[in-house]
C-alpha cells in the first residue's frame, strides 16, 4: 500500500512539480491550495505525511500547523513545512516550536527532494511501530497481571485453608495454579518473540476482512460464525479470497460457511464449502506450487500462495473432510490478545 502525503501549496506550478516526483518516487498525492482545502481533506483521511507551504496566501503555513496541534484529531500527524531561501529563520524558528516535524527549503533538486522524504517517511513508519509495540506491550501486561493476580488471589485461598483446616487437598490446587502462572508467562514470552520478530504486521479483524473479500462474490452464499482478530498483513485479503475463489471456480460450491474459533494462541477459521469436494489422492498435493488437477487446471496456484502467506505469518494451513459435501479448509493463524 502507498504511503500518502497531503501537500498544502497554492502556487500550481509546485502543486505539479512536486506531485509528478513524488509519484514517480512511489507515493500517493493529495493536494490542498489552502486551509480550507486541506482540512476538508483531512476530514476524509489521514495522510502519513503533510508537506505544507509556510507562506499561503490568507491563512499561513504556521497558522495551518497550529491548527493541526492543537486537534486531538490531527495532532499526532507528521508535518514537514516547506520553506525557501529567503524565509526568515523567525519563521523557521516559529514552525518549530508550533511543533513541525522537519523543513524542506527550495529551491530542492529532484534527487535531495525524494531523499528527504524518504528519509522522512522511514522515520514515520519507526515512529508508527513504536507505538503499536507500546499498545501492545500494555495489553499484554495488562493480561499477565489479571491472570497471575487471579491465580495468586488463589494461591492465598488456598494457603488459608490449608493453614487453618489441615486441607491438603488445597496443596494440588497451589501446585496447578503455579503450573498455570507459569504457562501464562511462557506464553506471553512466546508472543513477545513473535511480534518482536513481526513488527510489520498488523491487527486485522476476521470478519471485516471475509465482508470484504465476499462482496465481490454476489451469486455465492456465506454464512460466518464466530468473530476474532489476527496479525496479519494486506495479503490476507488475497489468502481469503484465493480459498473462496478456489471453492467456486474449481469446487463449483455456490454455498461456503465459515466458523472462527479460538484458543489462548491463535484463531482458527474454516471454511466449509458445498461444492465437489478434493479427491484423498491429491489433499496432500494442492497447496504445492503449480499443481494441476482436473479441466479446469491450476487447482493448487491460489492455494499455494495461502500456504507461503500462513507460513510467513507462522500460521498453518490444512484440507479436512466435510461430513456432508464439499472440502473444508482450516487457516490457523496467530491471535491478537485482547
Known sequence: MKSTILLVDDEMYNQKIYSKILKDAGYEVLIAKDSQEAFSTLEKTKPDMLLIDIVLHGESGIDILKEIRSDNALKDLFVVMITS???????????????????????IEKRELVARINAFMKHIQTLKALKISEER?????SILRHDITNDLTV?????????????????????????MSLDTIA????????????????????????????????????????????YADNAVFSVFDNIISNAIKHGKSNKIDVDITADEEYCTISFADNGTGIPDNIKDKIFDKGFHYGPSGHTGIGLYIVKKTLDDYEGEVY???????????????????S
Open 187 to 230: 506464553r506471553q514470552r512466546e508472543h513477545e518473540i513473535f511480534l518482536n520478530a513481526h513488527v510489520e504486521l498488523d491487527e486485522y479483524d476476521i470478519v471485516d476482512v471475509l465482508n470484504k473479500v465476499t462482496i465481490n462474490y454476489p451469486e455465492l452464499e456465506v454464512s460466518i460464525n464466530g468473530k476474532g482478530k489476527i
Open 137 to 141: 506491550f500494555k495489553i499484554a501486561n
Open 85 to 107: 531561501k529567503l524565509t526568515t529563520r523567525d519563521d523557521q524558528s516559529a514552525g518549530l516550536e508550533q511543533g513541525a516535524d522537519g523543513y524542506i527549503v527550495r529551491p
Open 155 to 179: 494461591i492465598q485461598s488456598a494457603l488459608y485453608l490449608y493453614e487453618t483446616e489441615n486441607d491438603k487437598t488445597m496443596l494440588d490446587e497451589i501446585k496447578k495454579r503455579v503450573e
Open 319 to 337: 484440507v479436512e473432510d466435510n461430513n456432508t459435501k464439499g472440502a473444508v479448509i482450516i487457516l490457523k493463524m496467530r491471535k491478537v490478545m
